[in-house]
């Protein structure tokens, strides 16, 4: 069979143009996403710091908590930490006792802005310095190239990139601005990496008491331990007796290469988020590629059914029939596959840069590119082109000789019973799945998951139910197109005599709207509501913002100046909880915002819906509807969470509020969150003034560079990670639109191109050509009203669970040009499948082309 289907691919190329074009869609897509997986899982930075202690000790950069399954069985599940765990002291005097340990060198540093007048230096990648103390520099590869060591509490040393992106020399002064208004220091000396190369991080180093000026009581914890061991002693052989020191901590020991996991954390935290996009974006394009084959593919054996049957009447059984069609798509997997891989590379790279404008990933982050993804990408390539095939080879094979001549010509006169028992048991599927999400009305995560499965279920009920329901479509719209005269009714007749044709081309449509429009009004649904929550839920006349936070002493002294009734500084963060969907446990992060008790009321109006937010300190905490419904708690309920550091918390819930979406899913004391950040800073201050407004806070700014004041709130950094959130969904509607796109156009091309005989039937019994054309356009603008009304009809549940789960109502935001553009551009392409051959086709001539083979 593998020599016959050899055959048929040479001499029926044309015929297998749609099927290999969305393989080949499909291997490229397939690769870019293992890459990135791959690239996620094995996210490494080489230490630079940390690079010449052999054995660096650090707090986890995730939390393991312990969930169930619906089953019942537990399990361990990880979540990564958003904010850099510190470790005690005390640590050190354990570990330097250790056998074979020379030396104990902890590491603190603190984040720092430094000012260039006005303006704020980062360094190479964005991010503002470090700040370390001078004895941690014995643990990296940083040299001083001029200068000396920074003695006294007024002297930093600054490394040789950050000096010249500010124009500092050694010698000039230096203004750093960390938990205060800027402090002046003296530039003592320069550094460098071994071999000059840039950092990674921007860094200075100062003494202790400089560091204890810029960020006070900072000596209580430490960010690691580098541990140095002795002459001849294997660091391999030290660690387990290290780890035995760390137990009953919240820490690890990390070498080689580990050792730049433990420095910068970062990329532990993208390398998580790289991992959920690219399984998110592949899941969802090998779904649609299922459906889009097995579509194509069966198209494609429908049109050669003569041949079929010529086949199964000289002989050839029906197992031989299925092992040639597979054998053929088997084919046209592998070479799409392999020609798929290249064209996948490229898009990762295009995806790499997208992300990293975003902050999705790290600015440098770079692929990792092995031969795991391209393997993949071929046996998955290949897989679903087998699948479809086999999927499409059932019927044809099944029938008898007899009956396969007989059938040649025209379509079938309905389903079969299987499929109808199949499309009825889909629709009461869907149908349950509605009541449910109606039932749990009051539950966001259940809703979420609910709509994201009816979306499926319906397409997939659609496709299967999809030659009756076209004919029940086509038979509302032929009164209208027999209104147009004689060209409409040769539509009309079409349409309903050819319905497994036209049913064949309006599944791609169908797919295409239903899905996108799925994902982007969801999108929109929720930005819009984030947005209004928080216009509607800012009290506050006067924002401070800043591009890099501010110092906590702002709010403080803000909250001081006359006219001034409530001010507050905000500080974000995530924790991490342990949630239930449709019964089975799940580790979740949350957003976390803190704000100061006593001004909470008077600058935010976080809509209350049970108990008191004056009630919040230290040890309570506030939910969103949104994570008291994942967290499954209400008033008076102990939520056990783990902030963004690792650190548990235990405490009382005191309030349940509805405008988390456009502010944080958990709202802590201020104090309590911000000594749980790494960078200590606010991200903004909510300032609730008197009428005459605050004469003094303009003066009070300045004295912060780089801050601004606002009458209006802002989007925020909430709204922010949602719309980098909504743009990968974005391109996961593109590449759906890309895909059934293709497949629209391939199959309006080949239902068109099996004509030939037809148009030219007509032309020769006086059909002129220009009422073909006319017959054509009709048919496909009913192909396309028909895919683009049913697609939008099938979003509409889903949708209405989404609005049900974010603004608690069942209507959805959909801007009519969103979706005049989703129906629009799959319109355009159907018609354009079809009237583009067509035209081609007519411009032979008709005794010409009603000789010529099928």
């Not at 202790?208 to 052989?237: I, N, Y």
């Not at 979420?448 to 479509?473: D, E, F, H, K, Q």
């Not at 909430?718 to 391109?731: G, L, P």
């Amino acid at each position: 069979m593998l020599r016959v289907a050899l055959a048929t691919l040479r001499t029926r190329g044309g015929a297998f143009a749609a099927t290999f074009a969305a393989l080949l869609l499909g291997a490229s897509v397939i690769t870019a996403c293992g890459v990135l997986l791959e690239s996620g899982l094995r996210a490494a930075a080489p230490p630079e710091r940390y690079d010449k202690a052999p054995l660096i000790v650090a707090g986890r950069q995730s939390v393991d908590l312990e969930v169930k399954s619906a089953d019942g069985s537990v399990y361990d599940s990880s979540q990564p930490l958003s904010e850099r765990p510190r470790l005690d002291a005390s640590l050190a005097a354990g570990l330097a006792a250790l056998d074979g340990v020379a030396s104990v060198v902890p590491d603190r540093g603190a984040t720092v802005r430094l000012l260039a007048g006005d303006r704020i230096v980062t360094g190479a990648n964005g991010a503002v310095p470090q700040a370390h103390t001078w004895r941690s520099r014995v643990l990296g590869g940083f040299g001083l190239t001029e200068g000396h060591s920074p003695r006294g509490a007024r002297q930093v040393v600054l490394d040789t990139d950050l000096a010249a992106r500010a124009g500092l020399r050694t010698g000039d002064s230096v203004r750093l601005m960390a938990s205060s208004t800027p402090l002046t220091f003296r530039v003592a000396g320069l550094v460098a990496l071994d071999g000059g190369r840039t950092p990674r991080q921007a860094v200075l180093f100062a003494s202790s008491a400089a560091m204890e000026r810029l960020v006070p009581r900072s000596g209580t914890a430490v960010d690691a331990f580098g541990v140095f061991t002795r002459p001849g002693v294997d660091p391999s052989k030290v660690a387990p007796a290290v780890e035995q020191v760390l137990a009953g901590h919240r820490a690890a020991v990390h070498t080689g290469d580990g050792r730049g996991e433990a420095e910068f954390t970062d990329v532990a935290v993208g390398a998580a988020g790289l991992v959920q996009l690219a399984t998110a974006i592949g899941g969802n394009v090998l779904l649609v590629a299922v459906f889009v084959l097995c579509a194509t593919t069966s198209l494609a054996v429908r049109h050669r059914r003569r041949e079929m049957a010529l086949l199964r009447a000289i002989g050839t059984t029906p197992g031989q029939l299925r092992r040639m069609i597979t054998a053929e798509s088997a084919v046209a997997g592998s070479v799409a596959g392999v020609l798929g891989c290249p064209l996948g590379v490229g898009v990762v790279y295009w995806l790499s840069g997208q992300f990293a404008g975003r902050g999705l990933v790290p600015p440098d982050f770079r692929p990792v590119v092995g031969p795991l993804p391209f393997l993949a990408a071929v046996g998955a390539t290949v897989l679903t082109a087998v699948t479809a095939a086999l999927v499409a080879a059932r019927g044809t094979a099944r029938v008898r000789p007899t009956e396969a001549l007989r059938e040649a010509s025209a379509d079938g006169a309905g389903l079969r019973r299987g499929r109808l028992v199949t499309g009825g048991v889909l629709l009461a599927l869907a149908a349950s799945v509605l009541g449910l999400g109606l039932g749990y009305r009051t539950d966001f995560m259940t809703l979420v998951g609910l709509a994201n499965s009816l979306v499926l279920v319906l397409v997939i009920a659609a496709a299967v139910l999809g030659p009756l329901i076209t004919r029940a479509a086509t038979a509302l719209l032929a009164p209208l197109l027999v209104r147009t005269g004689v060209t409409g009714w040769l539509a009309a007749a079409n349409s309903r005599a050819r319905a497994a044709r036209t049913a064949a081309a309006v599944t791609p449509l169908l797919l295409s709207v239903s899905f996108a429009a799925t994902v982007v009004f969801t999108q929109t649904t929720q930005l819009h509501q984030a947005a209004h929550e928080i216009r509607s839920g800012t009290v506050a006349d006067q924002i401070l913002d800043a591009p890099h936070g501010m110092s906590p002493d702002l709010a403080r002294r803000a909250a001081e100046l006359p006219g001034v009734k409530a001010a507050t500084g905000v500080v974000r963060s995530e924790a991490v909880g342990v949630g239930t969907l449709l019964g089975t446990e799940e580790t979740v992060s949350l957003t976390a915002q803190g704000l100061q008790p006593s001004a909470l009321s008077r600058t935010v109006d976080l809509d209350v819906r049970e108990g008191d937010l004056s009630a919040l300190t230290a040890d309570t905490v506030a939910l969103s509807t949104t994570a008291a419904s994942w967290l499954g708690l209400g008033v008076g309920d102990r939520a056990r969470l783990h902030l963004g550091d690792g650190t548990p918390f235990s405490g009382e819930v005191v309030a349940v509020y509805g405008r988390g979406l456009g502010f944080a899913d958990l709202t802590f004391d201020h104090d309590l969150l911000l000594s749980h950040t790494g960078a200590r800073v606010d991200r903004s201050v909510l300032i609730e003034s008197e009428e005459d407004g605050v004469p003094g806070l303009s003066a009070l700014v300045r004295r912060y560079p780089g801050t601004s004041v606002s009458g209006t709130p802002a989007a925020g950094a909430r709204v922010a990670e949602q719309q980098a959130s909504a743009w990968v969904n974005y391109v996961v509607v593109g590449v759906i639109i890309a895909y059934t796109a293709l497949t629209v156009v391939n199959t309006q091309a080949m239902n068109t191109v099996t004509r030939r005989r037809e148009f030219a039937l007509l032309r020769l019994t006086g059909t002129s050509r220009s009422q073909v054309l006319g017959m054509m356009r009709r048919e496909s603008v009913t192909v396309a009203a028909v895919g683009g009304l049913l697609g939008t009809v099938l979003a509409v549940p889903p949708l209405a669970l989404v609005a049900l789960a974010l603004t608690g109502g069942p209507l959805p935001t959909v801007p009519v040009l969103g979706w005049l553009a989703i129906v629009g551009s799959t319109a355009l392409l159907a018609v354009a499948g079809a009237m583009l051959p067509a035209r081609l086709m007519l411009r032979v001539r008709p005794v010409d082309a009603i000789g010529t083979r099928e």
